[in-house]
């Protein structure tokens, strides 16, 4: 049986948006875990192939659980850190959590009140999570105060362009006067503290972040040059 921290220190109710019954569902499905999930992982190894192996992770809005079994196969992890601020989620990510071999600790727990020592983790991963929290500035402090020096956060965003589209709007829930641009999500790492490389930095034009789905690519007039970017994907370290 994994351990389960205590619940979520006083925090607004309205500093995590949660998602819609829809959005719930689509995290369930196979496009969730192979389009939007193992793709930003694949990205972010690709960025960073010498990630370190082994270490403690801590994963940021585990949800229903699929990052758990990634995490454990692609960095073979000594401890897996689970936070989420929903009330069900170890019932909800109980059928990933027993796949794996690493030790599970869950946190019911705000991003910005990690129930963890300083320096005590050594990757965190932060997969389409940061734009459902309001305080974002204070969710990458307390990442960064719980990496350990030289550790690494894995981040993957939807930008503002995504979040404002349509139908994104119809069918899930965010705090829409926080989302961010791209550049400005690397400028908050930068004021966090984290050092990010332009090497360490991806922007993909996935077609499901598109408003029309990939449509106009598939017949034949490309991929515009002139846009504002849907998505972020950043290897970002703690400085020694």
Known sequence: MPSLSSPPAATPAHAFVPETRFGLWFLSTA???VHVLQRALNDL??????LPK???VLDIGTGLG?????LAERFRPS???ALDPEPDFAERSAAMRQTVSPPVTLHHAHAEHIPLPDASVDLVLCHQ???HIVDQQAALAEIFRVLKPGG???LAESTRAYIHSLAIRLLFRHPMHVQRSAPEFLAMLGEAGFEVKPEHI???YLWWSRKDLGALEWMGFGVPKDREETLLNAVARKPL
């Open 31 to 33: 496009t969730w875990r």
């Open 66 to 70: 699929h990052s758990i079994p990634e």
């Open 129 to 131: 999570t940061l734009h």
């Open 54 to 56: 082994g270490g403690a």
């Open 152 to 154: 690494h956060l894995l």
């Open 45 to 50: 190894q690709r960025l960073a192939p010498d």
């Open 202 to 204: 991806s922007m993909p």
């Open 79 to 81: 401890q897996i850190h």
